[in-house]
């Protein structure tokens, strides 16, 4: 399957900490992206990284990608009690139109 | 800038009966669409997406539809609607091309008693 599958699926931390999720999948890809969703909304697109790609960076958010490992993590520095949702990978195989999504880490960050 | 709509927000209807959701996407021409299910707690399951007017790629066969009767315009249909229809409704589009990023709507909340 091409599914990605986060890690952990829940995790709760203190308002200032950093928070990890991590993202493994089994086929070979074009490029992953990682997605964030609030309770009952939309998704909403945070990073996109390319198969050739190790690291990004935007604002507090850090993703790296090991493509030997077939896994990528999301890092969000200096957590705040909004960045509480739900955080989604979506891997890209090939020349393909299709995203196909995780479950989901549900991220809890408490003031 | 581009904004994508989704209507109706929620939605409760009763088993056997038909659904029309609607997505449209403004300030952008030639976009992919997508239609996608999310069941509570679950990730996202891809049910319909499609790259110009008329066509549609369909990932899950099931008793739903969809079409595209203008570039910016996606529709999901069923006739007659099952319990197991329900879910958050998810539209999406995103730059013409392959593994681009995607955009998503607000979603519709449907309920099937």
């Known amino acids: 399957s091409q599914q990605g599958e986060e890690d952990p699926q829940a995790l709760s931390i203190q308002e200032g900490e950093n928070a990890t999720m991590n993202c493994s999948y089994k086929?070979?890809?074009?490029?992953l992206q990682w997605y964030r969703q609030n309770s009952g909304r939309g998704l909403v697109h945070l990073i996109l990284?390319?198969?050739?790609?190790r690291e990004k960076h935007s604002g507090r958010l850090r993703v790296t990608l090991d493509t030997s490992k077939k896994s990528s993590s999301l890092l969000i520095t200096a957590s705040r009690a909004a960045d509480t949702a739900s955080y989604f990978c979506?891997?890209?195989?090939?020349?393909?139109?299709?995203?196909?999504f995780g479950k989901g880490t549900l991220l809890t960050v408490n003031p | 800038s581009q904004t994508i709509h989704q209507w109706p927000a929620t939605l409760v209807q009763p088993v056997g009966s038909p659904l029309s959701l609607e997505c449209t996407v403004e300030?952008?021409?030639?976009?992919?669409l997508y239609w996608y299910r999310q069941a509570a707690g679950r990730g996202l399951q891809l049910l319909f997406y499609?790259?110009?007017?008329?066509?549609i790629s369909s990932e899950v066969p099931q008793n739903l539809s969809a079409s595209r009767p203008q570039d910016r315009q996606f529709i999901l249909s069923s006739k007659k609607l099952l319990l197991s229809d329900s879910g958050f409704y998810l539209c999406?589009?995103?730059?013409?091309?392959?593994?681009?990023?995607?955009?998503f709507g607000p979603g519709t909340r449907l309920t099937v008693l």
């Open positions: 999406a589009w995103s730059p013409r091309g392959a593994g681009n990023e995607q955009f």
């Open positions: 086929t070979s890809i074009n490029n």
């Open positions: 990284i390319r198969s050739n790609e």
């Open positions: 979506a891997i890209v195989g090939g020349s393909n139109y299709k995203l196909t």
């Open positions: 300030g952008t021409s030639n976009p992919n």
């Open positions: 499609s790259v110009g007017i008329g066509q």
